[in-house]
């Protein structure tokens, strides 16, 4: 049987699975009921539709179909928030395409909310913030870190 942290580190895991996978409606049906927010708590995105569209419009998408990435979260570290648990994570975004070597593009965190129901665990909020950049212009929609 999975204790909550494992089930919180599996929907960590699908997030990425699913960004890199360019599957961005399955990141919208992940986060259905959260809201994405900048760092400081500004929301960007809530809900499935919102959150799809998102990524549709500043997560380039190759030939292939995928951003040519590899997220990797690490360092996850769980607190208990009354009903809910927080989880802040660092992250780097891995990047390699034909024509591209293998480089990291983006490191930064998440600040992680979920709450549990009869379905289980999910996403109630995000929070992302930028650490360093790299060569994003294959990553990314023009201006979107601008």
Same mark, same amino acid.
């Given at each position: ?19 890199? /996978?360019?599957?961005? +409606?399955? =990141?919208?049906?992940?986060? !259905?009921?959260?809201? @994405?927010?900048? &760092? #400081? *708590? $500004? %929301?960007? /995105?809530?809900?499935? +539709?919102? =959150?799809?569209?998102?990524? !549709?419009?500043?997560? @380039?998408?190759? &030939? #292939? *179909? $995928? %951003? ?79």
């Amino acid at each position: 049987m999975l204790t909550a942290g494992d089930e919180i580190r599996s929907l960590l895991g699908a997030y990425c699975r699913l960004v890199d /996978a360019g599957d961005f +409606d399955g =990141v919208g049906a992940l986060m !259905a009921r959260a809201v @994405l927010c900048t &760092e #400081d *708590g $500004t %929301p960007v /995105a809530r809900g499935a +539709d919102e =959150v799809a569209r998102l990524y !549709a419009a500043t997560t @380039l998408r190759h &030939e #292939d *179909g $995928t %951003p040519g990435t590899q997220h990797v979260v690490a360092g996850t570290e769980l607190a208990v928030a009354g009903e809910r648990i927080t989880a802040r994570s660092s992250y780097v975004v891995l990047q390699a395409l034909p024509a591209l070597p293998l480089q990291p593009v983006v490191t930064g965190s998440y600040r992680d909310t979920f709450a549990r129901d009869d379905a289980g665990w999910h996403f109630v909020e995000r929070r992302f913030g930028v650490g360093r950049t790299g060569d994003l212009s294959h990553h990314l929609a023009p201006g979107v870190l601008a």
